[in-house]
């Protein structure tokens, strides 16, 4: 496979395009996709930030998926984040990621997902890259 040229340079790696994806929801997730790559490109995450706000305490679980497949399966997803958030009407909780290397997602095509075990109201901000 020939390697790409940039402004007449020959790089060792891919052409990198960045995304920055933004998700809300009020009501239970499964498998809501966060972000969809490109055909044939493949997602590399590099930091999340996942809050909760409204009083309903849930299981968060984000993984990447087939472009088809909805339901987190333990063991045989690939996940990136598993938390629990418990809010309250004073309390509000944040998780802030910082991945010490970027996330490889192992599978072209697979979705950035999220699943939640109940109506949790939740805002998830994800970074990265696709190739």
């Known amino acids: 496979m ?7 340079v020959t790089t060792g790696e891919a052409i990198k395009t960045q995304f920055t994806a933004s ?3 009020t009501t239970a997730a499964t498998g809501d996709p ?3 790559p490109a055909s044939g490109k493949t997602l590399t995450v590099t930091d999340l930030i996942v809050s909760s706000y409204g009083i309903t305490a849930a299981r968060v679980i ?3 998926g087939a472009s088809a497949d909805t339901t987190y399966t333990e063991g ?3 996940a990136l984040f598993k938390g629990s958030f418990v809010p309250s009407a004073t309390v509000k909780e944040m998780a ?5 290397s970027p996330v490889v997602c ?3 095509d697979y979705v950035l ?3 939640t075990d109940a109506g949790i109201s939740i805002d998830v901000v994800a970074v990265g890259h696709e190739a």
């Open 34 to 36: 966060i972000y969809t």
């Open 2 to 8: 020939p390697l790409p040229i940039v402004s007449g």
């Open 106 to 108: 192992l599978q072209p």
């Open 23 to 25: 998700f809300n929801k």
């Open 62 to 64: 984000i993984w990447f």
């Open 113 to 115: 997902r999220i699943t």
């Open 96 to 100: 802030i990621v910082n991945f010490r």
């Open 76 to 78: 045989t997803d690939q």
